[in-house]
């Protein structure tokens, strides 16, 4: 797992228990997850098809500095799947899992549409 993305916890990304809103974090994976496909693929045209169980391990709070970490599952015809762990960065104690993270290649009608990327000629070092 390679961790990429920092984030800085801020007042607006608390919920009522002045923690981490577990929406916000889900939204920067989404995010960061979906960049990585798509450099991956070498395609702005994917989509999040699929995210498994989310382990909500522990919390942050305001001040926290966390990094969000992919690593690189599967590759299928249409699709390209991750896991994901976000982390404390100084403490390196786990915030959240996600096992599975699916996004699929599509056309301009939003139809899955194959990639052309195996594991022969996807590139996994860069980001």
């Given at each position: 797992m390679?961790?990429?993305?920092?984030?800085?916890?801020?007042?607006?990304?608390?919920?009522?228990?002045?923690?981490?809103?577990?929406?916000t974090?889900?939204?920067?994976?989404?995010?960061?997850?979906?960049?990585?496909?798509?450099?991956?693929?070498?395609?702005?045209?994917?989509?999040?098809?699929y995210?498994?169980?989310?382990?909500?391990?522990?919390?942050?709070?305001?001040?926290?500095v966390?990094?969000?970490?992919?690593?690189?599952?599967?590759?299928?015809?249409?699709?390209?799947?991750?896991?994901?762990?976000?982390?404390?960065?100084?403490?390196k104690?786990?915030i959240i899992?996600?096992?599975?993270?699916?996004?699929?290649?599509?056309?301009?009608?939003?139809?899955?549409?194959?990639?052309?990327?195996?594991?022969?000629n996807?590139?996994?070092?860069k980001?």
């Open positions: 390679k961790f990429y993305t920092r984030k800085l916890i801020k007042p607006g990304d608390l919920n009522a228990r002045n923690t981490l809103f577990g929406g974090l889900l939204k920067w994976i989404d995010e960061e997850a979906g960049i990585y496909a798509m450099t991956k693929l070498d395609s702005k045209q994917v989509v999040t098809k995210i498994s169980e989310i382990n909500f391990i522990s919390s942050a709070k305001q001040g926290d966390i990094e969000i970490g992919l690593g690189f599952q599967k590759v299928g015809r249409t699709s390209i799947s991750f896991s994901c762990e976000v982390r404390n960065i100084f403490s104690k786990s899992q996600i096992e599975k993270i699916v996004f699929v290649h599509v056309d301009s009608d939003g139809r899955p549409k194959p990639h052309g990327k195996n594991l022969n996807i590139n996994l070092s980001k």
